[in-house]
């Protein structure tokens, strides 16, 4: 099989859109069943991480530190977090016997499997999304099974959430902003991560410091992150397209209050 690289996924996939039809089925009567689970790369969004520290009942940074590595970007060098395998192995973490142990909250990838989708870059990226399927040898899944359309096994999966905030990802990620040659601060790349991917200690970040006396958030939206992750993230969203590329997105008390000894303070649009 040819490596599945971007460019081979460009070049050589057969494109399927969302009415393309195809058969899968997948189960423990498959000589191959949870194979799948092992020696493999899998990215995590930051919705991921939220649905995944949310299975595990867990905080943001415990999940990131015992499960998860942290890359960098190659081309922005911004944080790109992987689930880590087991160092024994090369197993997942949370397969077993019977199966995927987090499966009611598994990340996209394992949810897609075996299709892959990509968005080849230009202006119009997302209308230019393509599906494939993931051509390989050990997976016996394409042997029969149900015949159904990409769309189908999109709602099958249960990924429209998941859609939904990688759509507000992929938004951030695509800012014309990030053309701009400078690599971000330090301050900034913790910025980064904390709001995407550590969203437990992004909360205690927004009312623990003089965050709130800065920004001018209201009432209700203040009760939403306090309580809801998804809610925080969708916040992270603003606040890192306000603080890293000047979006208006949040709105600064007028003038803010002078800190006080000792405060902590944080980088934001034009700092
Ligand atoms: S390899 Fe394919 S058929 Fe086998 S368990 Fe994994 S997804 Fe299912
Ligand atoms: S999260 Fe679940 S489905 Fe995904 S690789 Fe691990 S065990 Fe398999």
Not at 62 to 70: D, G, H, R
Not at 102 to 112: A, E, F, I, L, S
């Amino acid at each position: 099989m040819p490596e599945l690289t971007e460019q081979a996924i460009l070049n050589d996939s057969v494109r399927m859109d969302l009415d393309t039809r195809f058969c899968f089925r997948c189960g423990p009567d498959r000589a191959c069943f949870n194979r799948c689970c092992g020696d493999v790369t899998i990215v995590l969004s930051p919705y991921d991480v939220l649905r995944l520290k949310k299975a595990l009942k867990i905080e943001s940074s415990e999940f990131l530190e015992k499960y998860a590595l942290t890359m960098r970007s190659r081309e922005r060098q911004v944080p790109v977090v992987l689930l880590r395998m087991n160092e024994s192995d090369r197993r997942c973490p949370f397969v077993g016997e019977s199966g995927c142990g987090v499966y009611g909250h598994r990340p996209w990838p394992c949810r897609m499997y075996p299709l892959g989708m990509a968005e080849p870059k230009g202006p119009n990226a997302a209308t230019n999304r393509f599906y494939f399927m993931v051509e390989e040898e050990l997976c016996q899944g394409r042997r029969g099974g149900k015949e159904r359309t990409v769309r189908e096994w999109i709602e099958d999966q249960q990924l429209e959430a998941y859609d939904q905030m990688q759509g507000q990802f992929l938004e951030l990620m695509s800012h014309a902003g990030w053309d701009a040659p400078a690599p971000l601060s330090p301050e900034k790349l913790d910025m980064y991560f904390m709001a995407l991917y550590d969203l437990d200690r992004f909360r205690r970040f927004v009312f623990n410091t003089r965050f709130l006396e800065i920004f001018n958030v209201d009432e209700e939206r203040a009760a939403a992150i306090a309580g809801d992750d998804e809610e925080l993230l969708e916040f992270g969203i603003d606040w890192l397209a306000f603080s890293l590329f000047g979006e208006k997105r949040m709105k600064l008390r007028n003038p803010p209050p002078p800190a006080g000894p000792g405060t902590e303070t944080w980088p934001h649009a034009g700092a």
